[in-house]
């Protein structure tokens, strides 16, 4: 294993992190009695794969349903200064609330500190006042850091680069989780600000929503040849020093396996990568247009803008990885999203255009009079069944 440090925690951290969302038995609080004995043996060996490779970084939530619980059975078995051990409480109007929710967590872990708490889903306006307002959650989560039951404080975002530039520019958080990878790259400035603050970057779910490289489809195997998707993913994020760990939700020990091949790859990314970006450019351009590829997301309005709160960002972006690279099951997953994923994936599907003067929002984008009719073509190629968030479900 290869390890980072991870901003001014001064935490080294493997590049890549054990994610705690796949392996629980359900999305819910159950008594400890119903988990069946074969789910929480895979859970358990699913740990004891992670340690033995060197991935000492567990991370959870208190939104993840049994999986605290089910980790306060393996996780205490370990010396525990060799664990970094993450959950994360969702920021709420009653600070109180937070904390209660936060012991709870470290109940359910069976630990006496957590070494990274994060404010979970500061994705909009609402969630980051709860977070800094003068006796918000914030300031929780600091006095649990003074009591000893949490080491650094972090945030964890869905939200607009806006939003996240505002967290992090306030200088008090110690690290970030957030998506960024290969195919949607929207948040590189505020890597690049958490790096100015000396902050740790985690980077959520590189292959799940970096685009389901567990089962890619064969034009994306074609043109990250030699490497598997995912693993050219990995390489992709990871050549960046500025990311320091990437997210791996394993449900099972072998989960690991593919994404462990990386690390050989390491320190030749310069010499591997180069000719894999160029053919996947290559191939958008020439499925999609140069001009269109280059300039497709030239000043869209924001979806709170839009009528009808049509996510034309999102729409567009999903359209192009369906034509550019067949991640149509990818992108048919997260449209049905849209309209159902609240703040961690809002807008809306582009469902009644007919209805919507959209041409006054657009006439700053170089493809005005096109976009409507993409949009059009992204609903007819997309749309399908009702998707929930997976802690819905």
Request: net charge negative; with cysteine.
């Amino acid at each position: 294993m290869l390890y980072r440090r991870f901003g001014r925690t001064e935490l080294q951290m493997p590049v890549f992190s054990c994610g705690g969302m796949r392996y629980q038995f359900k999305w819910q609080d159950v008594p400890d009695s119903e988990i069946p004995g074969d789910n929480q043996a895979n859970l358990e060996a699913t740990i004891r794969k992670a340690l033995d490779v060197g991935i000492n970084h567990i991370e959870t939530a208190r939104d993840y349903g049994t999986s605290e619980m089910q980790l306060g059975k393996i996780l205490p078995q370990f010396p525990r200064e060799q664990l970094i051990v993450q959950t994360k409480v969702c920021p709420v109007e009653d600070a109180k609330e937070f904390r209660q929710t936060f012991e709870q967590s470290l109940r359910n872990l069976q630990l006496d500190y957590v070494d990274l708490l994060g404010l979970h889903g500061i994705n909009h306006g609402e969630s980051l006042d709860y977070s800094m307002r003068p006796g918000g959650c914030l300031e929780v989560a600091q006095q649990l850091q003074s009591e000893g039951k949490v080491r650094f404080i972090g945030f964890s975002t869905h939200g607009s680069e806006d939003v996240i530039l505002q967290a992090i520019n306030s200088r008090q958080f110690d690290y970030v989780n957030l998506h960024w990878y290969y195919i949607n790259q929207w948040n590189w400035e505020a890597i690049t600000a958490a790096n100015r603050h000396d902050m740790g970057v985690f980077i959520i779910s590189p292959s799940d929503k970096g685009g389901m490289l567990y089962k890619p489809p064969q034009k994306l195997v074609h043109l990250c040849d030699p490497l598997s998707p995912m693993v050219f993913n990995d390489l992709f994020c990871l050549s960046h020093e500025e990311v320091h760990t990437l997210s791996l939700g394993a449900a099972k020990p072998g989960d690991f396996d593919e994404h462990l091949q990386t690390l050989e790859y390491l320190n030749r990314a310069e010499e591997i990568l180069p000719p894999i970006l160029s053919k996947l450019e290559q191939e958008a351009i020439a499925v999609l247009g140069e001009e269109w590829v280059k300039t497709w997301d030239t000043n869209l309005p924001n979806w709170e803008e839009t009528p009808g709160q049509v996510n034309i960002r999102v729409i567009l972006w999903l359209l192009n990885l369906a034509i550019a690279y067949d991640l149509v099951d990818y992108s048919k997953m997260r449209y049905n999203l849209l309209g159902h994923g609240s703040h961690w994936f809002p807008g809306n599907q582009a469902d009644s255009l007919d209805e919507l003067d959209l041409q006054p929002f657009l006439v700053n984008n170089p493809h005005a009079h096109k976009i409507p009719q993409m949009l059009a073509k992204a609903h007819q190629m997309l749309a399908g069944d009702e998707v929930k968030r997976l802690s819905k479900t």
